[in-house]
């Protein structure tokens, strides 16, 4: 059984799904894949979201699955939270970690060339003591995407990306080199969008086992 590490599946959180039958048919494609346990990754930005409101209308949006949605599968409540200069200091910032862990899914900005974003980085694990998980590393500017290995925090990629061939091996390499260690959909609003999944599954046929404890032990609030 799988787990897909981000997903845009609540309704109404986001850009995402927009409703419960567009969730029930993204559940329904996952489930058809053999995922098991989907972790929820609402967009959070901190420059129009607040923390309380935030959770509130995730909660009920969780409630809504729950009363819709036949057997789904295991639902992890997080967020995709958006790094910004001043995120190390928002208040209740550990809410936004995934479930019961202090593991936290950040979104770097894609266009940003300062190094800013390496600080920010830093005081969110030195001072909030969370654990940083970098989302989509295939989104950013070579060098940028580099660095972040570099700085040891789990780091996730999406299906999609390997399905360019002429990029493929390199994100083999950097799996085989455990310099990326979860995988993700990063479904939006289309249930067809699981077809990246499904590909990637074959392609990493060999790797999808450690990408799968890597996982476990991070919803176990475990080090990598």
């Known amino acids: ?12 959180m986001d850009h995402g799904s927009t409703s419960t039958e567009t969730t029930r048919n993204q559940l329904s494609a996952a489930k058809e894949l053999g995922i098991s346990t989907i972790v929820a990754t609402s967009h959070f930005y901190p420059d129009i979201h607040r923390v309380g409101r935030y959770l509130e209308k995730r909660e009920l949006s969780l409630k809504r699955l729950q009363d819709s949605v036949e057997d789904p599968p ?17 208040p209740d910032l550990e809410k936004l970690c995934i479930s019961d862990t202090d593991y936290i899914l950040i979104e770097v900005p894609e266009y940003t060339q300062t190094k800013w974003i390496f600080d920010a980085l830093y005081k969110i694990s030195s001072v909030r003591k969370l654990r940083p998980v ?9 060098s940028i995407a580099e660095e972040l290995m570099d700085m040891g925090y789990a780091v996730q990629i999406n299906a999609e990306a390997l399905m360019s061939i002429r990029n493929r ?8 080199q455990k310099r990326i260690d979860l995988l993700g959909s990063d479904v939006h609003s289309d249930a067809k969008e699981y077809k990246y999944f ?6 990493l046929k060999d790797h999808i086992p450690t990408l799968m404890q ?3 032990r991070i919803l176990q609030n475990r080090p990598l």
């Open 1 to 12: 059984m799988y787990t897909d590490f981000h997903a845009h599946i609540l309704p109404g």
């Open 74 to 90: 295991h639902i992890i409540p997080g967020a995709e939270v958006t790094l910004t200069y001043e995120l190390p200091s928002l």
């Open 134 to 142: 970098i989302a989509h590393i295939d989104r950013y500017e070579e």
């Open 169 to 176: 091996n390199k994100w083999i390499r950097k799996i085989v």
């Open 198 to 203: 499904s590909r990637s599954l074959k392609i």
């Open 214 to 216: 890597n996982a476990d």
